[in-house]
């Protein structure tokens, strides 16, 4: 549960082609100042030099009293040089035009007269400076319209360009997958030996479909295929081909395969492949959508190719179900291997893998820290492994300590703290007691995970958390989705408590999140007064249905609102001892609030004025 920030801050935004793109614009504008520059030097050396400057009407009087020597005269810059009887040179600057009359004076009073080359009136600078703008103006819409105008130059090249690359990455980099590494040994089989795949009368699938959520090492998987059987690795992005233009999609995916092809065997990654592959039937329709449909044919089209080569296309997805049917027939992507989010042993092994080069202190237990992180992904767990090594580099240890990896993992599940940030005390409070709201509730709920930690330090872009502990259970029971509800509401409740009835946008996020959970408690689970069924969320289907689930929703947040209203207003002693100590504290853990409650006496229980389960 996050305090959501104001609406309007800056969020970090990645975007490396676009930063490219205006690095180079920035050089193509920087050359074309330098030219300009460069040719626009007023006076060339003669102005560097230190010689006096005269009037106009001096220098013509001077050559009319054959004072002058010699005249050099650079209409280029509209400067003459006078060099004087006795040696000394002087010069001065005239207007447009006048370069000829003064020329004719100096040869009527029998000066040797000489004059600079027209550096700027050369045909070449000429035609350079007409071009030069032209260039730019074009320089400008190829960089920041070409993707969007189907001028697709730079990305085309550029996966022209792309080096053929067989990765060093093994199985042994991955672990608690062994079950999806098994099923992939057998691809690499197929791969290094095809021949006692095809004597046996055997097909290898042309495709296979990792699925599982983000971070547990889909592309890492596809790597080590590729590594352990010493052949290429090609990697495309289903998201990248949404967001270009028709054809650009089609032609990756065909030069991806020729290339492959070409090779003999190889694998082609294509990872978030639901982004092309997604049922036609539920797409909306647009140009996004066509494009995708021409990516997803060409795909189709490529794998059809190529049933008796060594190229073997592996995509990733987190959602099979949503996938074209097309893609998913035999022949195509057969083959699904579920890639889940690790279990307490596979997260063992995965922080023991990146213990391997690290040092750590003795009091560091990687099986108890494991039983902690439920939900953490491989890549989490990589992340916070780097993390706690930056912490003990911060405080200049040698080794990692449990301090270290505590810390670590209080910036994993809860953000960074950003300490520096200032902080009114009316925010403070207001953010103490909607914390409060969320771990007093989740405390007292006997179905809620339990409170590991609740903080008033900003974090991320929080202003404050309550990290929930979490368990590896795979079945969400509906007593248990009903206190989520509650636990999301009872920030809003506390801080209607604390403001005399008034709150403030902080629960924006405990909203989202209750929103979408109830979504899925009505469509898809079957907990609602909807009844066990499947329905169509309200996002896709209009009409009496759609307003019938929104009911549904609506009736189950209504219901947390009223019970964490409820929740509060019975438990008020708790949770005005637990702001206090916030306030002072800012941070406290699950134990600390579990010794509060308890010197209150009898721990209190939860009071609801609606039954939980009073839904039929
Ligand atoms: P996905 O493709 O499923 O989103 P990635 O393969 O990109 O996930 O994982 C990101 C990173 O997380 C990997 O490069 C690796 O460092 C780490 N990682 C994820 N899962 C594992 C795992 N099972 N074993 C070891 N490292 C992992």
């Not at 989490?380 to 003990?392: I, P, T």
């Not at 809620?448 to 929080?462: E, F, K, L, M, Q």
Request: glycine share 10%; net charge neutral.
């Amino acid at each position: 549960m996050r305090m959501t920030p104001p609406p309007g801050r800056p969020g970090p935004e990645r975007n490396k082609s676009r930063n490219t793109r205006l690095q180079m614009v920035g050089i193509a504008v920087l050359f074309a100042l330098v030219l300009v520059l460069l040719f626009n030097l007023p006076g060339g050396k003669a102005a560097k030099e230190d010689t006096p400057e005269v009037t106009l009407s001096g220098a013509v009087q001077a050559i009319k009293e054959g004072k002058v020597a010699r005249l050099h005269l650079n209409d280029g810059s509209r400067r003459a040089t006078l060099v004087l009887s006795n040696g000394t040179k002087v010069q001065t600057a005239y207007p447009v035009g006048s370069g000829p009359s003064l020329t004719t004076t100096a040869i009527e009073a029998d000066v040797k007269v000489t004059a600079a080359p027209n550096k700027a009136s050369s045909p070449w600078m000429g035609l350079l400076f007409t071009l030069l703008p032209v260039g730019l103006l074009i320089a400008f819409f190829v960089f920041f319209m070409g993707p969007k105008m189907g001028m697709n130059v730079g990305k085309m090249n550029k996966s022209r360009r792309a080096p053929i690359e067989v990765p060093e990455t093994r199985f042994s980099d991955v672990a608690g997958s062994d079950e999806a590494v098994s099923e992939l040994a057998e691809v690499v089989e197929f791969l290094n030996t095809p021949e006692r795949f095809i004597n046996a009368g055997a097909r290898m699938p042309n495709g296979v479909l990792l699925v599982g959520p983000p971070g547990t090492g889909k592309t890492l998987l596809a790597r080590a295929v590729a590594g352990e059987a010493g052949v290429p690795f090609f990697a495309l992005s289903g998201s990248d081909f949404v967001e270009t233009f028709v054809g650009v999609g089609a032609s990756r995916v065909r030069q991806v395969f020729t290339a492959a092809r070409k090779l003999g065997s190889a694998i082609i990654f294509i990872d978030e492949i639901d982004a092309v592959g997604k049922a036609r039937s539920s797409q909306a329709s647009g140009s996004g959508n066509e494009e995708r449909e021409n990516t997803l044919n060409q795909l189709l089209v490529e794998m059809d190719g190529f049933s008796d080569s060594g190229v073997i296309v592996l995509a990733a997805t987190n959602r099979a179900d949503v996938l074209d049917s097309a893609l998913t027939r035999p022949g195509r992507f057969d083959r699904h291997i579920t890639v889940p989010a690790p279990d307490r042993v596979g997260r063992t092994k995965i922080l023991e893998l990146y213990a391997r080069d690290r040092r750590f202190s003795r009091d560091v237990d990687f099986v108890s820290l494991a039983r902690r992180t439920p939900g953490l992904t491989g890549a989490d767990l990589s992340s916070l492994m780097n993390e706690s090594a930056l912490e003990a580099a911060r405080h200049g240890s040698g080794e990692i300590t449990n301090a270290h990896l505590q810390a670590a993992l209080s910036t994993s599940y809860m953000g960074r703290a950003r300490t520096s940030a200032v902080v009114t005390e009316r925010d403070r409070r207001i953010t103490a007691w909607h914390e409060a709201g969320h771990a007093v509730a989740a405390m007292l709920l006997p179905h809620a995970d339990d409170p590991v930690s609740v903080t008033i330090v900003p974090r991320g872009v929080a202003g404050g958390v309550t990290w929930m502990g979490g368990n590896d259970n795979s079945f969400l029971t509906r007593s248990e989705a009903e206190a989520r509800l509650v636990v999301a509401m009872a920030g809003r409740a506390a801080e209607e408590y604390h403001l005399d009835g008034d709150y403030t946008q902080g629960a924006a996020s405990d909203f989202a999140s209750a929103t979408a959970l109830a979504t899925s408690m009505v469509t898809e689970f079957g907990m609602s007064p909807l009844g066990p069924t499947t329905r169509s969320s309200y996002g896709h289907v209009g009409g009496a249905q759609s307003d019938r689930v929104g009911e549904a929703v609506d009736t189950l947040l209504d219901q947390a609102i009223t019970n964490a209203r409820n929740l509060v207003a019975g438990n008020l002693p708790l949770l005005e001892a637990l702001v206090r100590e916030l306030l002072v504290e800012e941070t406290v853990s699950g134990q600390e609030l579990s010794v509060l409650a308890d010197r209150l006496g009898d721990r209190p229980a939860p009071v609801y004025a609606t039954e939980l389960h009073q839904l039929p």
